[in-house]
C-alpha cells in the first residue's frame, strides 16, 4: 500500500503536511486550522482499514481530508468506500479539494453534517475513525458501538493528548464487554475498540 501510493494522493498529503505545519506556526484560528494526525497515524489507519472486515466505513471529522486519504488507500486495496463527515463549512471546502485533487472520489463519500445525525443509518460499521470535538466522543462511541460487525474496529484520536477530556469515555470503552479495547501510544494516542 506505502509502495506504490499514487502521486496524485501522495502530492495531496505532502499539500496538506505543509499547510497543517503553517497553521500550526501562524496561530491560526481553531475553526479555520487543520487538525489533522502525524503520518505514522495515518498509516496505522491505512492498516487497520485494510484487515477491517467487510461493512461501511465511516470517519467523524473529515478536515482537510488528510486521514480519509490514508484510509483511501486501503479502501482502493479491499473494494470498499468511506464515508467522511465534517461539520465545519471552512473544512468541507478544503475536503471537496482534497477528494478531487488526490482523484479518491470513486471510494470516498463526504458528507457535509453533523455525524450524530446520520449514525443511526448504519448498522454495518466494520471501520470508523473518530477525530471529531472531543465533547462528541461519548455520544459518537454509544451510537457506533451497537452498529458495529463482528471485529469491527472503532479507532478514536487524541485519547492521550486530550487524556483529561477523553477520561471517562475511555474508561468506559476499556470496561465494556461489548469491545475488546486498548490506548495505542502512536501520536496523540488512539483507543481502539474491536466488536466481540
Not at 75 to 85: A, Q, V
Amino acid at each position: 500500500m506505502f509502495e506504490n501510493i499514487p502521486s496524485s494522493i501522495k502530492k495531496r498529503m505532502e499539500y496538506l503536511e505543509d499547510l497543517d505545519r503553517k497553521h500550526r506556526t501562524e496561530n491560526v484560528p481553531r475553526h479555520i486550522r487543520l487538525r489533522q494526525v502525524p503520518k505514522e497515524t495515518g498509516k496505522f489507519l491505512a492498516i487497520m482499514a485494510s484487515l477491517a472486515p467487510a461493512g461501511t466505513y465511516v470517519e467523524i471529522g473529515t478536515s482537510g481530508g488528510y486521514s480519509a486519504l490514508w484510509i483511501a488507500l486501503a479502501c482502493r486495496k479491499r473494494g470498499r468506500k468511506l464515508i467522511t463527515f465534517e461539520i465545519l463549512p471552512q473544512k468541507v471546502s478544503i475536503a471537496r479539494e482534497t477528494l478531487q485533487a488526490a482523484e479518491v472520489e470513486d471510494v470516498v463519500e463526504l458528507v457535509q453534517g453533523d455525524a450524530r445525525v446520520y449514525l443511526g443509518n448504519y448498522s454495518d460499521v466494520s471501520f470508523c475513525f473518530l477525530d471529531a470535538e472531543k465533547e462528541m466522543y461519548g455520544e459518537c462511541y454509544e451510537k457506533i458501538v451497537p452498529n458495529m460487525t463482528s471485529n469491527g474496529f472503532l479507532i478514536a484520536d487524541n485519547v492521550i493528548s486530550h487524556e483529561e477530556i477523553l477520561a471517562d469515555m475511555v474508561a468506559h470503552a476499556l470496561s465494556d464487554k461489548r469491545v475488546d479495547s486498548v490506548v495505542v501510544p502512536i501520536g496523540s494516542g488512539l483507543l481502539m475498540s474491536v466488536k466481540t
